[in-house]
């Protein structure tokens, strides 16, 4: 099929990729032309394993173009919207800015016919508006939300664990089927329901798994004043299979561009359909969340005895989360910026986002390469799960600092051997 793709962020990039590579003609449209430019050469403006690739193969294949243009869309039958929602300035609820802006940007080059599909997290609602602006030219509006996992965003664009239309008529049906032809040959579960619930779908799942990974950092709050260890104690109830293991890993809590401020705008627009009451918990979730960086940094002054000013403290990670280099409400950057008020010493790294770190916080120091961000630490601080942190050797690890000192903020480090090999170790919620 002939298909742009309104917006050339992380999601937008992705997807276009990604649809090309199932063999489908695509034109990428954003309003940053250096963005536009390095996607064109086959460089992807943020990391994501396996986007390079794509964007090489499919732009040689002529598969794939980008532009700045947003006229470049005329004439091509399926239209993607998948330009950002960040939080409003003013508030938690959604910036829709840019969505409006691509809708009416788009609507001069539709033609009777053609499928709009949004793929953005909207507050529920908004479909309708945009589709009573898109039905007089005689195009049609479906909302297709996605489900992507930073670090496996390709994957999940070409093998979806499940499809949701939210759609109006059998037609808008039965072209999604077609731009999914491959998923669907694998039995992917597909959802075909209106507007409103396919909205929810995206802001219920990340409220659900934010409030998952919320209630076992509750757990590890209570378990550091009962010496409980919250390691064990996800182990013990992950076995149920009404709950399951998975997001039951205590630690400094989530970040990046999806749950945070999709959580907060939710509550927002719960508030304005008067039903805030059924989302309140939310507000909890989200102070548990916040207060988690606030207890790896306690628990530095702690390890250094009661001040971390002037000492040297190493911080492990710098992204949301590893396979990533997005920076957007990062614990494990807030955690190096909040040290560094308090008069430490830091220096950090990051396998991938050094760069974009360096860009939002100059004042701190980073090192480059894991070697270099360990030698002469009085405290060592993992804030993010990458494979080379899991990975230490807490035996070499120790000849590199000046105080076997670390903070295991992700609970991903085994204890006993740190504290074997001579280390005084603490972790989120474990004795």
């Known amino acids: 099929m002939k298909m742009s793709v309104i917006g050339c962020g992380y999601l937008g990039a992705v997807h276009a990729a990604a649809m090309a590579s199932l063999g489908h003609e695509v034109v990428g449209i954003d309003v940053d ?50 330009v950002g929602t960040p939080q409003r300035r003013d508030g938690g609820g959604a910036d829709l800015t840019y969505v409006d802006a691509a809708v009416r940007d788009l609507l001069p080059h539709l033609s009777p016919g053609d499928l709009v599909v949004g793929k953005s997290t909207v507050p529920v609602g908004t479909a309708e508006r945009l589709a009573e602006l898109i039905e007089p030219t005689g195009a049609e509006l479906a909302w297709n939300p996605e489900f992507l996992r930073e670090g496996f965003a390709v994957k999940d664009t070409i093998e979806p664990d499940r499809l949701v239309y939210g759609v109006r008529s059998q037609r808008a049906v039965d072209i999604l089927d077609e731009v999914y032809a491959q998923a669907m040959s694998l039995d992917t579960p597909r959802i075909v329901t209106d507007y409103a619930t396919a909205e929810l779908v995206k802001t219920a799942a990340n409220a659900f798994l934010a ?5 076992i950092n509750a757990m ?45 705008a939710f509550s927002a627009r719960a508030e304005e359909l008067g039903r805030g009451e059924s989302v309140a918990f939310l ?3 989200d102070a548990i969340n916040l207060r988690r960086r606030q207890r790896v940094i306690d628990l530095v002054k702690e390890t250094l005895g009661g001040s971390a000013y002037l000492k040297r403290v190493a911080v492990l990670g710098l992204a949301f989360k590893p396979d990533s280099d997005d920076i957007r409400d990062s614990p494990a950057l807030d955690v190096a910026v909040q040290l560094h008020g308090l008069g430490a010493d830091v220096i950090a790294w990051d396998p991938e986002a050094v760069p974009n770190a360096g860009k939002a916080h100059p004042q701190l120091e980073f090192a480059d390469n894991l070697e270099d961000v360990l030698r002469g630490a009085e405290a060592v601080v993992l804030a993010t799960e990458w494979k080379h942190f899991r990975e230490l050797d807490p035996v070499a690890t120790k000849e590199a600092v000046a105080t076997p000192i670390i903070v295991d903020g992700r609970n991903v480090l085994d204890p006993v051997a740190w504290r074997e090999a001579g280390w005084t170790y603490r972790g989120l919620g474990r004795p």
């Open 220 to 264: 590890a709050e209570i378990a550091e004043v009962t010496g409980a260890d919250v390691t064990q104690l996800a182990d013990a109830i992950g076995h149920d299979v009404r709950i399951g293991r998975k997001f039951l890993n205590a630690g400094v809590g989530f970040g990046g561009g999806c749950l945070p401020k999709d959580i907060r």
């Open 33 to 82: 032309p250096a963005k536009i430019e390095a996607l064109a050469a086959g460089q992807a403006p943020f990391f994501e394993p396996g986007l390079p690739e794509l964007l090489t193969e499919n732009h040689d294949t002529g598969q794939l173009r980008f532009s700045t243009d947003v006229a470049d869309a005329k004439g091509f039958a399926v239209h993607f919207i998948g």
């Open 283 to 285: 507000k909890e979730v």
């Open 211 to 215: 409030t998952k990974i919320s209630f």
